[in-house]
């Protein structure tokens, strides 16, 4: 945690105003506002991507200097080159060591370097004229490409831009869609494009909602504490479920950007 208060508000400075992911005073409902705000401004064409195992799969030599280029203490750098090569114990398996070349240590609480590294496509999404009125929301590893119109330039620039970082895109899970005509899914989040049922409103809206598959995930959670508890007291399945409940709503319910359907919790 030291190591992270020192080094963070010097990348903070560099930054990308639309990454959200692992940063101070930043959440995924920044991240969905901020979605819905290009759709509103007719970015409705959206790349939605999904990167392989990507905390895994980051290279140490790239990652070292990209964080070099801003870090000049070398004893600062030694502690990092020293974090990504430590063995980690897992379900007793090891794995990592001296000989390990890929993968930051997502226990040792430094989704920072993560950060650092895909940064890197931040910066060339803000300057590349092949993404000119284009706009990127990054959460963490997650992120979607949303623009009037989406060209194939762009999305060839991406992935050669990938395969430069040594990451790979994981083609099953990545859709190129009209939001218009096809929903997509996005931090547990699905964007609708629906038409307006109220008489004295004409047009569409944008709904925004837990998806079918958080909703399924939470009816099993509830399921389960629910066979834990009928042999207990009443109040401590209340004093389970409660919780559970609280922070599903408050994770899905954003203030005058999304809906959250109550029926899920019946």
């Known amino acids: 945690m030291s190591y992270k208060l020192a080094i963070e508000p010097i990348f903070e400075a560099d930054f990308d105003d639309d990454s959200f992911g692992f940063r101070p005073k930043r959440s995924a409902k920044d991240a969905v506002g901020r979605i819905k705000e290009n759709l509103k401004a007719g970015r409705h ?4 991507a999904d990167l392989s195992k990507y905390f895994d799969s980051i290279p140490h ?8 280029q801003r870090i000049s203490d070398q004893k600062v750098l030694h502690l990092l080159k020293m974090w990504l090569k430590a063995p980690i114990e897992e379900g007793g398996r090891m794995s990592g060591g001296k000989k390990n070349k890929r993968g930051t240590p997502w226990r040792c609480d430094l989704p920072l370097l993560a950060n650092i590294y895909l940064n890197l496509m931040d910066r060339m999404i803000r ?3 092949e ?12 992120f979607v490409l949303m623009g009037r119109k989406i060209s194939a330039e762009a999305l060839d620039r991406l992935t050669w831009l990938f ?13 190129l869609v009209d939001s218009r005509r096809s929903g997509f899914e996005f931090l547990s989040f699905t964007f609708q494009c629906h038409c307006s049922r109220l008489k004295d409103r004409e047009g569409h809206y944008w709904n925004i909602a837990p998806s079918a598959k958080a909703q399924k995930r939470l009816r099993g959670e509830i ?6 508890c009928r042999q207990r007291n009443v109040k401590i399945g209340i004093d389970q479920l409660n919780p559970l409940l609280r922070g599903w709503l408050n994770y899905f319910t954003i203030p005058g950007v999304s809906h959250t359907n109550a029926r899920v919790v019946k």
């Open 131 to 142: 993404f000119r009125d284009l706009k990127m929301v990054r959460y963490a590893d997650d």
């Open 223 to 228: 399921k389960a504490r629910l066979i834990k």
């Open 163 to 175: 395969k430069k970082m040594e990451l790979s895109i994981n083609e099953s899970k990545t859709h």
């Open 61 to 68: 030599t790239k990652l070292l200097k990209t964080v070099g």
């Open 127 to 129: 300057k590349r004229p």
């Open 45 to 48: 064409e959206v790349y939605d």
